[in-house]
């Protein structure tokens, strides 16, 4: 690690090459042609350009970048992420990746992303207001962006107010666009967002973990009893991703045994309030001198310690050849976007251990935008329109079970059985089963296909494969 008190990875200005490896390696499990194989590995589409900002008494030139990887599928969709080691080849990379992940989670989308170099911290809200809108236009202008065409979404750094601003630009400069706020998703509730946004991410993490652990003859494998009830787990990070996981994975049964943040890492054997532990970072600016917790100020050591299951949440290039041979979790599931180098996987699973990939584990957030898109293009809330004649038709049944068998509900028992759906509880039931299904499609890409060895190969195989059909379904390819 460049800098082992931070949660940045190493040089990243070759990630997009390792994508390329693990997809060259799984290529070798299909049966495409070449030619076909190229084309669902190349980008087609990268946009580099510079813009101006007024910055105080002067300007500012700021980098930015948006790639559409694939349109095998339309709208492509991505993330923007704010930072200030983003590149092209990181963007590239991410874009080739959620087009994977679109795939694997049968998301109709093709991949993009897109990257502004700054760290919004140097930035008042007014500057990151104006960076965001200019950026906003200089999409618009390359017909880069729309419910049709590319779909932004948040990623690291950026969040709904940056979203809302986007969807405000887009909607100003497309008078009477009756789908313009389509054009973007992860928005504010208020600007036709979607509930259960904010944490689809995390929680698509831990119901990936926990589907990973409820498999017996896996974890038998790994020395492990099934399920997640007791399971210790370390997170990094608590961000958006990383803080909902950890808080899913507790309700789920799990014990958040460790946490790791920029400034330093905390553990306790006996378990770690997660929502505790946020109010002490905001109390005192930092998780470190949390009661009862043991503290490292290099916050690398907290990937190290005892547990069953590792998250990496934060960024790339996390767990490394370095550090690989050191980490005792026997599960690491990726919610962060490349957080285990190609060389790190190698030694990680020599010892034996399984490796939930990135672009399955992390695909919640996708999912939800997807349904949120959805949403935006049907113009009405899901529920909106059938929950209460549900509740009506449930309501009747009870009563006519009631008048013939005699036995009276309590209230609360009524409640339960009445009740329709809302928006957010058929997001997540959504959600729940995507990463069911998904998770079990990839397992059983990797139990049924001689010679795969991991669950990453298994899941470029069915990514592969899907996206395809989708060339072929286009006539592009015989």
């Known amino acids: 690690m460049a800098n082992n008190n931070s949660l940045v990875g190493g040089d990243n200005t070759h990630f997009f090459s390792d994508v390329c490896k693990n997809f060259d390696y799984a290529a070798q499990f299909t049966q495409h042609n070449a030619g076909l194989l190229d084309q669902i590995k190349s980008c087609n589409s990268v946009y580099r350009f510079r813009f101006p900002i007024r910055k105080g008494d002067g300007f500012e030139v700021i980098d930015a970048w948006r790639v559409e990887h694939s349109q095998h599928q339309s709208p492509t969709k991505g993330g923007i992420r704010y ?101 973007v998703t992860g928005k504010p509730i208020a600007l036709h967002g979607i509930q259960g946004r904010r944490e689809a991410t ?60 920029f400034e330093g890492a905390i553990y306790n054997a006996d378990g770690l309030d997660v929502d505790a532990v946020l109010q002490h970072r905001k109390d005192t600016g930092s998780i470190l001198n949390y009661p009862g917790a043991k503290a490292f100020v290099n916050s690398a050591e907290g990937l190290e310690q005892p547990c069953d299951v590792l998250v990496p949440a934060a960024l790339e290039n996390q767990i490394t050849a370095e550090n690989a041979g050191r980490i005792q979790a026997k599960v690491i599931a990726e919610g962060a976007n490349g957080p285990t180098t190609p060389e790190a996987e190698a030694i990680f699973y020599q010892k034996g251990g399984i490796i939930i990939p990135d672009m399955y584990a992390n695909a919640g957030g996708v999912t939800v935008s ?10 009405v809330a899901f529920g909106r329109i059938n929950r209460r004649f549900e509740e009506k038709t449930n309501l009747n049944m009870v009563n006519m079970i009631e008048n013939i068998t005699g036995i009276s509900l309590t209230p609360d028992q009524r409640s339960t059985l009445v009740k329709g759906a809302s928006e957010l509880e058929l997001v997540n039931s959504g959600l729940e089963d995507t990463m069911i299904r998904s998770y079990h499609e990839i397992r059983q890409v990797y139990k049924n296909t001689e010679k795969i060895d991991t669950l990453r190969t298994a899941a470029f195989v069915g990514a592969i494969n899907k996206i395809a059909v989708s060339y072929k379904n286009l006539g592009v390819w015989p």
């Open 370 to 379: 997807y349904f949120e898109w959805l949403k935006n293009l049907s113009h």
């Open 202 to 261: 995390g929680r698509g993490v831990a119901i990936a973990i926990r589907e990973c652990l409820e498999v017996a003859e896996d974890m038998q494998k790994l020395g492990l009893t099934s399920g997640i009830s007791g399971k210790r787990i370390i997170v990094q990070g608590l961000g958006n991703v990383g803080y909902y996981t950890a808080k899913f994975l507790q309700e789920f049964g799990g014990v958040i045994v460790g946490l790791c943040e």
């Open 83 to 183: 930072s200030e080691m983003v590149n092209e080849d990181e963007v590239m990379a991410l874009a080739a990746l959620m087009t994977y992940k679109c795939a694997i989670v049968n998301v109709p989308f093709g991949g993009a992303k897109g990257g502004i170099k700054i760290n919004p911290k140097n930035y008042s809200v007014g500057e990151l207001e104006n960076i965001t809108r200019r950026y906003t236009v200089e999409l618009i202008k390359k017909n880069f962006i729309g419910p049709s065409i590319d779909v932004p979404a948040p990623d690291y750094g950026s969040g709904e107010r940056e979203m809302s601003w986007i969807a405000d630009t887009y909607a100003t400069m497309n008078p009477g666009q009756l789908d313009a706020m389509g054009a």
